[in-house]
Nanobody, 124 residues
Framework: QVQLVESWGGLVQAGGSLRLSCAVS????????MGWFRQAPGKEREFVAA????????YYSEPVKGRFTISRDNAKNTVYLQMNSLKPDDTAVYYC?????????????????WGQGTQVTVSS
């Protein structure tokens, strides 16, 4: 069983930065594509970013492109989301997720495992 635990969400002013972490249990971390999603109150969960098994390929949603960076450390079984130039619209619960294949990484349906989420609040 794979377990994902997000951390380091919080409250930040607009223009500020946060770095989210997602620790993954198990010995097969480098066999998973990792993704970050977010869900604001009253809205559907939306894709933020994804990273391939080795970290060589990344993909971002348009709203975060150029401001957020996804990375992973396979030795530490951890994936990160560096968020810069935060805006109030970035306020949401952020989830990390894991899947086997780099196919339709922007959709929630293909992800096998999910974390419990961490709250990010950006004040204006």
């Amino acid at each position: 069983q794979v377990q994902l635990v997000e951390s380091w969400g919080g409250l930040v002013q607009a223009g500020g930065s946060l770095r989210l972490s997602c620790a993954v249990s198990g010995r097969t971390f480098n066999s998973y594509v990792m993704g970050w999603f977010r869900q604001a109150p009253g809205k559907e969960r939306e894709f933020v970013a994804a990273i391939s098994w080795s970290g060589g390929t990344t993909y971002y949603s348009e709203p975060v492109k150029g401001r957020f960076t996804i990375s992973r450390d396979n030795a530490k079984n951890t994936v990160y989301l560096q968020m810069n130039s935060l805006k109030p619209d970035d306020t949401a619960v952020y989830y990390c997720a894991a899947r086997r294949f780099w196919v339709q990484v922007t959709t929630t349906g293909g992800y096998d495992y999910w974390g419990q989420g961490t709250q990010v609040t950006v004040s204006s």
